[in-house]
Structures are given as C-alpha cells and as structure tokens.
T-cell receptor, first 114, second 114 residues
Framework: AQKITQTQPGMFVQEKEAVTLDCTYDTSDPSYGLFWYKQPSSGEMIFLIYQGSYDQQNATEGRYSLNFQKARKSANLVISASQLGDSAMYFCAMRVAGTDKLIFGTGTRLQVFP | DGGITQSPKYLFRKEGQNVTLSCEQNLNHDAMYWYRQDPGQGLRLIYYSQIVNDFQKGDIAEGYSVSREKKESFPLTVTSAQKNPTAFYLC?????????????FGPGTRLLVL
C-alpha cells in the first residue's frame, strides 16, 4: 500500500535555529516523487520543495532542503534559520508514477518562538 | 496575477441541500483537482480532471459531482447524498500530470452544515 507517515504531530523551534520535520513513505514502485507543502492558518497549501526518486542530489530551495534517504524511505524537510512566519502545518506528499493523485501525510504543526 | 480562486470562503448547507463550490484558475493549467481536508488529517482526493470534458473519481467521490466545461473552471457540487460534508475543501491545478508536476492550491472553502 502507498502511504506517507509523519510521526511528529507538533514541533517547537526557536527563531534562527534549524528544524527537521520527519516523513517516511511506503511504495514498491521505483518511480515516485515527494513533495512538501506548508499550510498557514489561512488554509492555503503552499508548495515548498520537490524530490524525484531518481534525483542524485538532495533538493534545496532557499532555506528549505530535503534530506532524502532512499534506502530508509525517508524524505525529511530541513528548515534552516527558522523565522516566526514559518509557524504553520507542514505536509509531506507522494506521487507514484502512473497515478494522478498526491498521497498526503497527516502533517506536523511547527511553532517558532522568539 | 496568475492564480487559483475559490469561492465562497465560507459556505453553509442545510440538510438535504446541494451546494456548489467554485474553482477558477488563470494559470492555463490542464489538470485540476478537488481535495477534502478534515481536522487533524491530510488531504484526500475527491475528483480530478486532466482535460476539458473529462474527469475521474478520486478516493472519496461518493456524494460529490463535478464538471469541466471550460479549462479555467472546475466546480464541485456537494450533494445531499454526502452525509458528512463539513470539511475544508481545496482546489488545485497543475500544468500536466507528470510525476514531478507541482500542484498549486487555491485558498479553500470551508463548508459547514446547519
């Protein structure tokens, strides 16, 4: 079965510190893509970063990087230099080749404090 | 500005009533999606459309209907057959349906049952 697991319901981090949000996935298909989205309290889902299963290097987008460990089936999001505006829900999602849908995890609520 | 708009922001439904949620995009994207989000959960796919005049059921299509008469528009009707419609509804679009195609989301509609 294809599944995304986010085991941290909530995380706290101090401003300017780095934080890692965990994501593990389950699929037997060798071709897939992994996405991270941010959902602020307003509700809109904001795309952050993408990693393909065949990508050789870990994806990076500004302060966001994806720690992709294929053998462990993990795709953790690393946010460096946290800002107060980073406080939000964060969702990991997967798309398997040949399918049209994203499979989402249950999310992690990140709170950044001064 | 290019983007996805959803209306209304809040919608109230009476028992036995059908209601329609609007989703419009001006990104010239071919694919459009409807997701449902319940508290403490990730997003679940209701319907998606890869092209005008064609759409497919997602994981939780029962009690919902859609149409795709124009590329820009993908309205969702919540019918009286949907017994538990209270949720946050998110519309998304993507250029295509390839593995790495990012889905971009609208601001959402919160549906409440009176």
């Amino acid at each position: 079965a294809q599944k995304i697991t986010q085991t941290q319901p909530g995380m706290f981090v101090q401003e300017k510190e780095a934080v890692t949000l965990d994501c593990t996935y389950d699929t037997s298909d060798p071709s897939y893509g992994l996405f991270w989205y941010k959902q602020p309290s307003s509700g809109e889902m904001i795309f952050l970063i993408y990693q393909g299963s065949y990508d050789q290097q870990n994806a990076t987008e500004g302060r966001y990087s994806l720690n992709f460990q294929k053998a462990r089936k993990s795709a953790n999001l690393v946010i460096s230099a946290s800002q107060l505006g980073d406080s939000a829900m964060y969702f990991c999602a997967m798309r398997v080749a040949g399918t049209d849908k994203l499979i989402f995890g249950t999310g992690t609520r990140l709170q950044v404090f001064p | 500005d290019g983007g996805i708009t959803q209306s209304p922001k809040y919608l109230f439904r009476k028992e036995g009533q059908n209601v329609t949620l609007s989703c419009e995009q001006n990104l010239n994207h071919d694919a459009m999606y409807w997701y449902r989000q319940d508290p403490g959960q990730g997003l679940r796919l209701i319907y998606y459309s890869q092209i005008v005049n064609d759409f497919q059921k997602g994981d939780i299509a029962e009690g919902y209907s859609v149409s795709r008469e124009k590329k820009e528009s993908f309205p969702l009707t919540v019918t009286s057959a949907q017994k538990n419609p209270t949720a946050f509804y998110l519309c998304a679009s993507s250029m295509g349906t390839g593995l790495g195609e990012t889905q971009y989301f609208g601001p959402g509609t919160r549906l409440l049952v009176l």
